[in-house]
């Protein structure tokens, strides 16, 4: 995250990290975005959306069996959080470039050792290893990036960011089934030359490490212009917030495992308006990030987060109470947007609550993206057992959610977690 120039800079003091010469080139700004956008993309987008849709033909083709699939589809949860975990020492022994660089590979190698069923072990790995470089990627991306962007625009460039995410799981209703199209192993092959081009396209668009800024923390450029320390840190705002955010992970993780099978079997309307409501699901979700962005933008993280937060409650209640067509369809617009949505706003109020402490973002954000993981991995088992458990009860997992999200909401209207959060969310 930004040097404490970067962070003076934005606030509109004046320093010499705010002169041309050591602010980055605007072609430099756009090829770091969208070096974090191929990032979301390939290893978060790509790499845990696409194989929703792969699960089906998996079984048909006789490479695993039912249970087998799920099973490896729950490695990359596993590998996720422990992604979430290892990114910032990884960023902190290699670099930021070379640390994101080493993930972006190693989540195009998984897909091309994909297609090759060795084993279960095999595949078991290697669908591990595609979660671990997509939790490391959403740990280190964002941070690597937004040092670079004016406070007042951080808002657009998260929601690009995080628009791979969206996009990938628009792919995934999208190009998968034409991919498969050639078969099967031909489909994983596609996503691993798909992969290797994101890759080549974010290699140089990573900032240089250390960022342009880091000058400024010489005593000759930052004796006038930056304190000599920190304010504390908002130790009871954060840990509200990575509450809310975990709380979060559990709310959506019902919709992103059951929606398209509610809408084909629970629903009764088929396949094919199953796939229809995932590739909704998808749109809906690309332009999630950089509608959450622009209204944060304009009128705060801390409120962006809180209407959020309402809204995912809006959405799950209605898959609970209705099954009503557009009711079911306007659910699907509201969660595709914002399960992408809300990394941008939660990173914005990261950042807003410690706006010049670059470490204290780095590992703020690390904490709040593993409390999402390890929730979302919980979740995920947890729902698994409670749907067999009760013989396939769609609206009960939802309930669950929609608890989950209401005490969210609540705890940050009761918590007054915006307060103290600065100018970044003002």
Not at 88 to 108: D, V
Request: net charge positive; hydrophobic share 55%; with cysteine.
């Amino acid at each position: 995250m930004p040097e404490s120039s970067i962070a003076t800079a934005a606030s509109g003091a004046a320093s010499p990290a705010a002169s041309p010469a050591a602010s980055p080139a605007a072609g430099n700004v756009a090829l770091a975005i969208l070096a974090g956008f191929s990032a979301s993309l390939l290893a978060i987008g790509l790499a845990r959306f696409a194989y929703t849709p792969l699960i089906p033909p998996l079984i048909q083709a006789h490479w695993f069996t039912a249970a087998q699939a799920v099973t490896l589809g729950a490695a990359n949860f596993a590998g996720y959080l422990a992604g979430a975990l290892l990114g910032r020492p990884l960023a902190r022994a290699a670099g930021n470039r070379a640390a994101l660089r080493a993930m972006m590979l190693l989540a195009t190698a998984a897909f091309f050792a994909c297609a090759y069923p060795l084993s279960v072990s095999w595949f078991f790995l290697w669908r591990f290893a595609s979660g671990l470089a997509g939790g490391a990627i959403m740990v280190l991306a964002a941070s690597a990036v937004l040092p670079h962007i004016p406070a007042t625009r951080r808002g657009f460039a998260g929601g690009m960011i995080f628009v791979g995410l969206g996009v990938g799981i628009a792919a995934s209703g999208t190009l998968i089934p034409r991919l498969l199209q050639q078969g099967l192993q031909q489909t994983w092959l596609g996503l691993g030359v798909l992969a290797l081009l994101l890759t080549a396209v974010s290699w140089f668009g990573w900032p240089a490490d250390p960022p342009p800024a880091a000058a400024a923390a010489s005593p000759h450029t930052t004796a006038h212009t930056t304190p000599p320390h920190a304010a504390p840190a908002p130790r009871k705002a954060l840990a509200l917030l990575y509450a809310q955010y975990a709380a979060n992970a559990l709310g959506l993780v019902p919709v992103m495992m059951l929606l398209v099978d509610y809408v084909a079997r629970g629903l009764g309307r088929g396949a094919a308006t199953g796939a229809a409501c995932w590739v909704l699901y998808g749109a809906a979700a690309i332009a999630g990030p950089l509608a959450c962005g622009y209204i944060a933008d304009r009128i705060g993280f801390a409120k962006a987060y809180r209407i959020a937060l309402a809204l995912q409650v809006i959405g799950t209640a209605l898959l609970v109470l209705s099954s009503n067509a557009i009711a079911i369809g306007l659910a699907t617009v509201i969660l595709g947007a914002l399960t992408p949505g809300v990394v941008t706003l939660v990173l914005g109020r990261v950042n807003a609550l410690l706006p010049h402490d670059p470490a204290a973002q780095r590992a703020a954000w690390s904490r709040a993206t593993t409390a999402f993981a390890l929730c979302q991995a919980a979740g995920g088992y947890g729902y698994a057992w409670l749907f067999a458990r009760s013989h396939g009860h769609y609206t009960l997992i939802f309930a669950c959610g929609t608890v989950a999200l209401v005490l969210a909401w609540v705890a940050d209207v009761v918590g007054g977690s915006a307060a103290g959060e600065g100018r970044l969310a003002a």
